[in-house]
Nanobody, 117 residues
Framework: QVQLVESGGGLVRAGGSLRLSCAASRIIFSVAAMGWYRQAPGKQRELVATITSSGSTNYADSVKGRFTISRDNAKNTVYLQMNSLKAEDTAVYYC???????????WGQGTQVTVSS
């Protein structure tokens, strides 16, 4: 069992920035990808950004150019730098880690990001 713990959420003004962190409780082996998802009230959970074991990144169209996902392999930590935040970015953000061949699929408990207009 692996626990993913998110941090860095909070309340910010539109146009501001936040950096979310997701740390694993122990070393995770055979990680295919780690990523961030979010869910706003009344909305389905959506992909925000992912980073693969090879370093390839993928972003939702709504956050391209504003968000950056990165990873520190030594710390088993993934980050999401969020700039130029908009009210529409308000959501609970969840960290995810998937193993190759989907041998595992871990999720954090989520961290609230609220952007005031």
């Amino acid at each position: 069992q692996v626990q993913l713990v998110e941090s860095g959420g909070g309340l910010v003004r539109a146009g501001g920035s936040l950096r979310l962190s997701c740390a694993a409780s122990r070393i995770i082996f055979s990680v295919a990808a780690m990523g961030w998802y979010r869910q706003a009230p009344g909305k389905q959970r959506e992909l925000v950004a992912t980073i693969t074991s090879s370093g390839s990144t993928n972003y939702a169209d709504s956050v391209k150019g504003r968000f950056t996902i990165s990873r520190d392999n030594a710390k088993n930590t993934v980050y999401l730098q969020m700039n130029s935040l908009k009210a529409e970015d308000t959501a609970v953000y969840y960290c995810n880690a998937q193993g190759f061949r989907l041998m595992y699929d871990y999720w954090g408990q989520g961290t609230q990001v609220t952007v005031s207009s």
